[in-house]
């Protein structure tokens, strides 16, 4: 993963403002390191970019002596983060899909430094947090949300599987039950359901989060280091077995099927704020097949041109 690091920063860390980061907000203030993703206008949806530039956050906290605690969170108070960037997956992957393969390297990565940082981590919801956001909000410690917030799975409403942390983590979380509804339903979980189920630690009014936020750093700032950083090792442990022995599969499975007719109907019903025409996508199930000479993807033998790249079906 790219990163700008200052001189004598390998065991270290440098300013906040010197990493000249475009999509991320980073700072630093007392014991507490701050990582705001800055894409308000995209509901904070994170593109390649955004995802190295929190990789080398994190390392960078990391790495800081003086930084105890980690708050990751989003700007404005519509988005906590709302996962991948659409508008990147259609616009790229879906005209060349081996390339999810780098952006899946990207992600992994960035959830790798996240977990094995060695501070707590604490995920402050400041409003929707679906898909990828909620896999970020699982992979810190604790959760403080805004009474507004809504949490959500899309992956099989929206032509993916939401197996970057949440087939992993979220039975460990809320349970199996749970966990199956949240992910094969795609419905909204209101901030008192979320903290009802495990999902989050604590809810307060919007007014209110920031303090909430800080109290609970300040808890864990009053705590011992080296026995924190042990503790969070131990208590990974599930969360990195399930997490080892599905990614590789799941980056692998997830390259293979970004050039599907499902991902891409997915993805245009979502760009297009429009809902998807189950019907029609069963019953293109049920009619013969033949792939495309150009990206190889199966399609309806009545079609004329390609759902995935648009060439013409001989």
């Excluded at 800080?214 to 990195?240: I, S, V």
């Excluded at 077995?241 to 499975?253: E, K, P, V």
């Amino acid at each position: 993963m790219s990163q700008t690091l200052a001189p004598g920063s390998q065991l270290s860390g440098s300013p906040a403002d010197s990493f000249g980061f475009r999509r991320i907000l980073y700072s630093k203030k007392d014991y507490i390191a701050t990582i705001t993703i800055n894409r308000p206008d995209v509901l904070n949806c994170f593109d390649m970019l955004t995802l190295n530039e929190l990789g080398t956050a994190y390392l960078d906290a990391g790495r800081d002596d003086d930084i105890a605690v980690v708050v990751i969170t989003g700007a404005g108070d519509k988005a906590f983060c709302t996962g991948a960037d659409l508008k990147e997956q259609e616009e790229h992957i879906l005209k060349k899909p081996n390339d999810y393969y780098k952006w899946m390297y990207a992600f992994i990565e960035m959830h790798d430094r996240l977990r094995n940082i060695g501070k707590p981590t604490i995920a402050r919801l400041n409003g929707m947090v679906v898909g990828g956001g909620n896999e970020l909000n699982m992979a810190c410690d604790l959760a403080v949300a805004a009474d507004h917030v809504t949490i959500k799975q899309v992956g099989a409403a929206r032509g993916s599987v939401a197996a970057g942390g949440a087939t992993q983590w979220l039975p460990l979380i809320v349970g199996d039950r749970r966990a199956r509804e949240i992910l094969l339903l795609c419905e909204n979980i209101d901030a008192y359901t979320a903290l009802d189920w495990g999902l989050v630690n604590q809810v307060v009014p919007g007014s209110m989060l920031d303090s909430a936020v800080q109290e609970m750093a300040e808890k864990l700032h009053n705590k011992l280091p080296e026995c924190t950083r042990y503790t969070k090792q131990q208590m990974n442990f599930w969360r990195d077995f399930s997490w080892t022995m599905t990614i590789g599969h799941a980056r692998d499975w997830l390259t293979l099927h970004a050039g599907h007719h499902e991902t891409a109907e997915g993805l245009r019903a979502f760009r297009k704020k429009t809902e998807l025409d189950y019907a029609q996508l069963h019953a293109l199930k049920k009619e013969p097949q033949k792939a495309c000479a150009q990206c190889k993807t199966e399609m309806p033998e009545t079609f004329k041109f390609c759902g995935t790249c648009g060439k013409p079906l001989s």
